[in-house]
């Protein structure tokens, strides 16, 4: 066999067996959006099938006739407020972290990635007596608050690690030319960082997306649910509306999709380029 034809059958193997990966990851996705559109006896079917006989619109009729959009507001409240603050502090503090000098710098830095390294729910009863004692209990800057505590720290080193790889002489320069430090920071190291903003923002925004624990503990009205919350109530201990569920899952799914669709062609380019030092 010549070393031609061996390249190409090696080639088209891998290419078969990258495809049955992909599959295999997504087919849960299928699986979700297929049942989706199955009527309650179809889902329970036994043996069950992948694709329904027929389109049946009435899990999202009975999602939407619901308080659904109410809980995607809030959802998109909490999780766009999480990302700005997450985004203007992360930005400032790694900036500070890799352009000045103070005691105690470097602990600093680690202290801050090890922060993160604390399950979410061991943090639950700080926080609440911290927002019962700033009287913020069942309001979006509660959600923002607790979100924002675990967001920061990882967005933070990731930043960090970006504004390493910008040189500091390109700073010095635009200085020694007249330029000042907020003109330096704004015109020349923003631009260059932005790949990591992108990347903070999407991090930030899906933690906020999905955060369960803390908005079931801080939240204590209908009208202030958000999505992982509100999509809950339809499983409990003694039923499971299984259309709806995956009804709701499909479009809590969407926007995250869309996000990293209308981002990836900014952010995929330059995605290694805070990683040059760290």
């Not at 600093?108 to 979410?120: D, Q, V």
């Not at 999407?202 to 009208?223: K, M, N, Q, R």
């Not at 709806?244 to 995929?268: E, G, N, Y």
């Amino acid at each position: 066999m010549s070393r031609m034809r061996r390249r190409l059958i090696r080639t088209w193997a891998l290419t078969v067996a990258a495809w049955l990966f992909v599959l295999a990851v997504s087919f849960p996705l299928i699986w979700m959006l297929a049942s989706s559109f199955k009527s309650p006896t179809e889902i329970t079917a036994v043996p069950p099938r992948l694709l329904p006989d027929a389109l049946y619109l009435g899990n999202y009729e009975a999602l939407f006739a619901g308080d659904f959009w109410r809980w995607f507001m809030n959802s998109i409240i909490v999780a766009s407020g999480t990302v700005v603050i997450v985004i203007v502090l992360g930005t400032l503090g790694a900036y500070s972290l890799t352009r000045f000098s103070y005691p105690g710098q470097k602990a600093t830095s680690t202290a801050i990635l090890f922060t993160y390294l604390f399950p979410s729910v061991l943090m639950l009863v700080p926080l609440f007596l911290i927002i019962v004692e700033l009287r913020i209990m069942n309001t979006y800057w509660a959600l923002i608050l607790a979100d924002m505590t675990f967001a920061m720290p990882f967005s933070l080193w990731l930043l960090r690690s970006y504004f390493l790889s910008v040189p500091l002489q390109v700073e010095e320069a635009a200085m020694v030319d007249g330029a000042s430090r907020f003109a330096c920071f704004f015109q020349i190291v923003l631009p260059q960082v932005m790949p990591g903003i992108i990347s903070t923002g999407i991090f930030a925004f899906i933690l906020a997306w999905d955060d369960y624990l803390f908005a079931s503990v801080f939240t204590t009205t209908a009208e202030m649910k958000t999505l992982p919350v509100g999509i809950a109530r339809y499983a409990n201990e003694l039923n499971a509306e299984w259309g709806i569920l995956m009804a709701a899952s499909v479009s809590v799914t969407v926007p995250v999709l869309v996000l990293f669709a209308f981002l990836q062609r900014r952010l995929l380019p330059d995605l290694n380029a805070g990683a040059v030092k760290a």
